[in-house]
Structures are given as structure tokens and as C-alpha cells.
């Protein structure tokens, strides 16, 4: 029996295009999207579309990682990096705005971009299959396509409002190309002392590269101008299984041993949050 098209996709029809194509538009037809010379794209029953073409992504998080996010984020210990995502954007917007998350995990970020701007309509991007089926429900103005974003987005010229990168990877060029030139761009991105006591603790975790601000700079110069910047510090305590959770829901769940998780004496039960949170024009 065909997916019935998810209300918050059909919101968002005119800003996609055919990956194959790059130009022509996407309309409903039995299930999928199609495009008018006919290549076609499923809608899962879960209410994300896969735009995918050829090879398929390697990254994306895994089932294990997508749960322990979504623990995590439940118990609101990252609320206030949530909500200057969302002051930023709101900041500079109407509520009649599309907002794209860009790497966009479960959707949490996104979801509290459109609780703050009750007429604007969201998309999210990611590769991992798991986490786009929470991200396709965390919203009723919140729709979720597959798709790498190292790769020319399926999306418009200039109808984006707003793009959100929230510890995500970047692609300057696309966030330029798809914003319109009153539009901006968030980039939220761990400070030195993020995780501070973990990191210290568990010297396998991947560490914050001390360049990595100037590598921002160098990679986003050429297509935008920083607006306003704000930096985001607060302790956070934590029971065992949320630090467990911090840990399994990044990339760190591949380098640190299960013999330093099983040691309580290693997790420490208050940790440092600390970001850097930056909204920029384009040029």
C-alpha cells in the first residue's frame, strides 16, 4: 500500500528538486516523489524521503547512537544550547520562514527553531536512516529527507531563511547557494572546555582540535560574514547513564573501551558545556 505524503513534506515541496536532475521539482505520486522525466524517490513509511542517489553515504549514526542521543537529549541537559540556536534564528526572522537543518540528527535542534517562529516550516538533512525517523516526527511543521550533506543539496536556489549546522559537517558553497541574501546561518560548534572532565578522564576521546576556529574562518570567509556570536558555558551534572549516553551518542562510542565505561571511577558526575554559537550574513 502506498506512504501517504507526510503533512510537513508536502509543506516543503517547492523547496526541493531532483537530485538527478538538479533543477526540476518533486510532486507526490503513489508513495514516493517523482520528478517529471520520471526518476523517482520512496517515501518511507516512517515519513522521511530518500533522496540518496548512487552511492550511498557512509556516515550517519547507528541505531545505538541515534537511542542514546535521544536519551540524552530528553533530560534537557543541552536545553540552553537549544535555545540560542533558536534566539539566533528567531533574531533575524519573520515567522513566515523555512528553516534547514543541515545535519540534522533527530531533529531536537530544529524542533526548537519552529516552537520559537510558529509560522515557519523546517527540513531536515541527514544520511542516518535511524535518527531521520525521529527527526520526520519531532515537528508537525518539521519534514526529513535523506541525504549527504557533503553533496549539492535537492533544494532550491535562495528560498532558505535560515540554515542550522549544530555540531554538524559544513558545506559553505550549499549554505550560501540555498539562503536567500537576507538569510543566515547558524553554526554551533564545541569551545575548548566542552567536556572538559571527560575528555581529561578518558584521554580516548577525540580531542577539540585548537585550529579548529580557524579552519571555520578559512572554510566560511569566502561566503559569509559573522553577524553575532554568543558563547554558551554552563556545568552540568550527570548520573552514570547520562554520562554513558554523552559518550555513545558521538563518534567517541568507537574510541573509548568498554573497560573504561564499566569504571565509575572515570565518569565524572558534573562536566563542563561549553559552545560557540554564531549567526552569519551572507555575502
Not at 530528553?74 to 534547514?100: N, W
Not at 556570536?229 to 558521538?250: G, H, W
Request: aromatic residues 6%; charged residues 25%.
Amino acid at each position: 500500500m502506498p506512504v501517504s505524503l507526510p503533512p510537513a513534506l508536502e509543506l516543503s515541496l517547492d523547496l526541493l528538486r531532483c537530485p538527478t536532475c538538479r533543477t526540476r521539482h518533486l510532486d507526490p505520486d503513489r508513495g514516493a516523489l517523482r520528478c517529471p522525466v520520471g526518476h523517482s524517490f520512496d517515501i518511507a513509511r516512517h515519513g522521511y524521503a530518500s533522496l540518496l542517489t548512487g552511492t550511498r553515504a557512509t556516515s550517519g549514526d547507528d541505531a545505538a547512537m541515534v537511542q542514546a542521543r535521544s536519551r540524552f537529549l530528553s533530560t534537557g541537559t543541552y536545553a540552553p544550547i537549544r535555545e540560542v540556536g533558536a534566539f539566533l534564528a528567531a533574531d533575524a526572522l519573520s515567522e513566515q520562514a523555512t528553516v534547514v537543518d543541515a545535519g540534522c540528527g533527530t531533529g531536537y535542534y530544529l524542533a526548537g527553531v519552529l516552537d520559537q517562529l510558529p509560522g515557519a516550516r523546517g527540513l531536515g538533512l541527514d544520511t542516518s536512516v535511524r535518527a531521520l525517523r525521529s527527526a520526520a516526527r519531532v515537528h508537525d511543521r518539521a519534514a526529513a529527507v535523506a541525504w549527504d550533506v557533503f553533496r549539492p543539496f535537492p533544494l532550491a536556489d535562495g528560498m532558505t531563511d535560515v540554515v542550522l549546522d549544530m555540531f554538524a559537517p559544513r558545506n559553505p558553497a550549499e549554505f550560501h547557494r540555498v539562503l536567500r541574501p537576507t538569510g543566515r546561518l547558524i553554526v554551533v560548534r564545541p569551545a575548548g572546555r566542552h567536556l572538559a572532565e571527560l575528555r581529561g578522564r578518558l584521554p580516548a576521546m577525540v580531542t577539540i582540535d585548537p585550529a579548529k576556529e580557524q579552519r571555520l574562518h578559512r572554510a566560511l570567509d569566502p561566503f559569509f560574514e559573522a553577524a553575532v556570536s554568543e558563547q554558551v558555558e554552563y556545568p552540568a551534572t550527570l548520573t552514570k547513564l547520562e554520562a554513558l549516553d554523552l559518550i555513545a551518542m558521538t563518534p567517541n562510542a568507537r574510541h573509548v573501551s568498554r573497560a573504561d565505561l564499566n569504571d565509575d571511577g572515570l565518569l565524572p558526575d558534573q562536566v563542563t558545556v561549553s559552545v560557540l554559537a554564531t549567526a552569519y550574513r551572507p555575502r
